[in-house]
């Protein structure tokens, strides 16, 4: 199966801004389903967010949002997450993959997780 890149990770206060990115250069991502998610330190991976490849529909789980938006440029072939007002328990690492994207949830069935990138909020 075929991976993401994730990269814009990094170290922020809370409150901050920050975009992550997700690329993969042999596949055209507008085609497919790609989502977000994220795993902080002793806790379960959760899935975050979702654009859907179809119809473009958006997904994100209540503890981020309002806060986060996913989106395409399909000009650069990527998919990015827009982090704004973040918060001590948005810290983790966040990975991208090709998912299943509903109206109220994200489901990943694989285990091709990449290297992830790490996000730390803390002041």
């Known amino acids: 199966q075929w991976q993401l890149a994730e990269s814009g990770g990094g170290s922020v206060q809370p409150g901050n801004s920050m975009r992550l990115s997700c690329v993969n250069s042999?596949?055209?991502?507008?085609?497919?389903?790609i989502g977000w998610f994220r795993q902080a330190p002793g806790k379960e991976r959760e899935g975050v967010s979702c654009?859907?490849?179809?119809?473009?529909?958006?997904y994100h789980a209540d503890s981020v949002k309002g806060r986060f938006t996913i989106a395409r440029d399909n000009a650069k072939n990527a998919v990015y997450l827009q982090m704004n007002s973040l918060k001590s328990e948005d810290t983790g690492v966040y990975y991208c993959?090709?998912?299943?994207?509903?109206?109220?949830?994200?489901?990943?069935?694989?285990?091709?997780w990449g290297e992830g990138t790490l996000v730390t909020v803390s002041s």
């Open positions: 993959v090709p998912v299943s994207c509903y109206d109220r949830s994200v489901w990943y069935g694989g285990n091709d």
């Open positions: 042999g596949v055209t991502l507008e085609y497919y389903s």
């Open positions: 654009i859907s490849g179809s119809d473009g529909h958006t």
